[in-house]
C-alpha cells in the first residue's frame, strides 16, 4: 500500500527519497539514503533490514543493480519485497517479488526510480517519474515532492494515505532534509508544507553544525 521515489540531482549530488502510505509512520520504516552513496527503499511486506544492508553494499562499490540482486539473493523472503535502489552516479534498480499480487509496477528515470504497489494503476510510478524529470533545475526535495503529488492525481492508492516522509542527503553524515508526517489526512499536501518551511533554513542549519563561527541567528 505505497507508492515512492528515490532520486538523484546530477547538479549538485545530493541524494534522497519520498514515500507515502495508507499506514502509519512510513519514515520509519521504508526510505534510506547516505551521502555519495546511494540511496533505498524496501516496502511491500517491509524489510526495513534491506535499508541499511543496501547502503553498505552500495558503499563497497556495487552498482544498483548489483545491489537489489545482492539483496534479493541474500533475503529468503524475497517473493514479498519490494526495492528501489539509486546509486551516487544515478544508476537505478528496482525489484518486485512475485508474491505481490495486487497492482504493482516500477519505472524508471533519468536520475531516478519509482515503485508501488497496491495501487489503483500502473501508472502511478509512471507519472511520478515524469513529474521528477519535468524540471531538473528544482531542488530536489521539491522535484520528489512533486512526483509524489503526480503518484497520487494518477491514481494513488485505494485507501486514503496517511503518512508520508521526505529524505535528502548531501555531503555531511547526517541528513539535508529528513521530514515526517506520521498521521494525517493529508499527508502529500502536508509534507510538502513543511519541506517549504524548511527550505529557506537547510543550508543555515548544515552550516550551524559544519561552521558555526558563520552561522546566523542567536548566539
Known amino acids: 500500500m505505497t507508492f515512492s521515489m528515490v532520486g538523484r540531482c546530477a547538479r549538485t549530488g545530493m541524494l534522497g527519497a519520498i514515500v507515502t502510505t495508507s499506514s502509519i509512520a512510513v519514515g520509519s520504516r521504508c526510505p534510506y539514503a547516505r551521502a555519495k552513496v546511494g540511496a533505498v527503499l524496501t516496502q511491500h511486506r517491509t524489510d526495513p533490514t534491506l535499508g541499511p544492508t543496501?547502503?553498505?553494499?552500495?558503499?563497497?562499490?556495487?552498482?544498483?543493480?548489483?545491489?537489489?540482486?545482492?539483496?534479493?539473493?541474500?533475503?529468503?523472503?524475497?517473493?514479498?519485497?519490494?526495492?528501489?535502489?539509486?546509486?551516487?552516479?544515478?544508476?537505478?534498480?528496482?525489484?518486485?517479488?512475485?508474491?505481490?499480487?495486487?497492482?504493482?509496477?516500477?519505472?524508471?528515470?533519468?536520475?531516478?526510480?519509482?515503485?508501488?504497489?497496491?495501487?489503483?494503476?500502473?501508472?502511478?510510478?509512471?507519472?511520478?517519474?515524469?513529474?521528477?524529470?519535468?524540471?531538473?533545475?528544482?531542488?530536489?526535495?521539491?522535484?520528489?515532492?512533486?512526483?509524489?503529488?503526480?503518484?497520487?492525481?494518477?491514481?494513488?492508492?485505494?485507501?486514503?494515505?496517511?503518512?508520508?516522509?521526505?529524505?535528502v542527503v548531501h555531503e555531511q553524515s547526517f541528513p539535508y532534509v529528513d521530514l515526517r508526517v506520521d498521521d494525517h489526512p493529508e499527508p502529500i499536501i502536508e509534507i510538502e508544507r513543511l519541506w517549504g518551511l524548511y527550505e529557506p533554513k537547510a543550508a543555515e542549519y548544515v552550516i550551524r553544525a559544519c561552521d558555526p563561527d558563520r552561522a546566523q541567528g542567536a548566539s
Request: charged content about 20%; overall charge neutral; glycine content about 8%.
Open 54 to 167: 543496501g547502503l553498505e553494499l552500495l558503499a563497497k562499490g556495487m552498482s544498483a543493480q548489483e545491489t537489489v540482486d545482492a539483496l534479493v539473493k541474500s533475503t529468503p523472503h524475497h517473493g514479498w519485497r519490494q526495492l528501489a535502489v539509486i546509486d551516487a552516479k544515478g544508476r537505478t534498480a528496482h525489484f518486485s517479488g512475485k508474491n505481490i499480487t495486487s497492482v504493482h509496477a516500477g519505472i524508471t528515470g533519468k536520475d531516478c526510480v519509482a515503485v508501488a504497489n497496491i495501487v489503483r494503476t500502473t501508472d502511478v510510478p509512471k507519472a511520478m517519474v515524469s513529474a521528477f524529470e519535468a524540471d531538473p533545475a528544482l531542488p530536489l526535495a521539491t522535484r520528489l515532492c512533486r512526483a509524489l503529488h503526480a503518484g497520487e492525481d494518477a491514481g494513488g492508492e485505494p485507501n486514503p494515505v496517511t503518512s508520508a516522509a521526505l529524505l
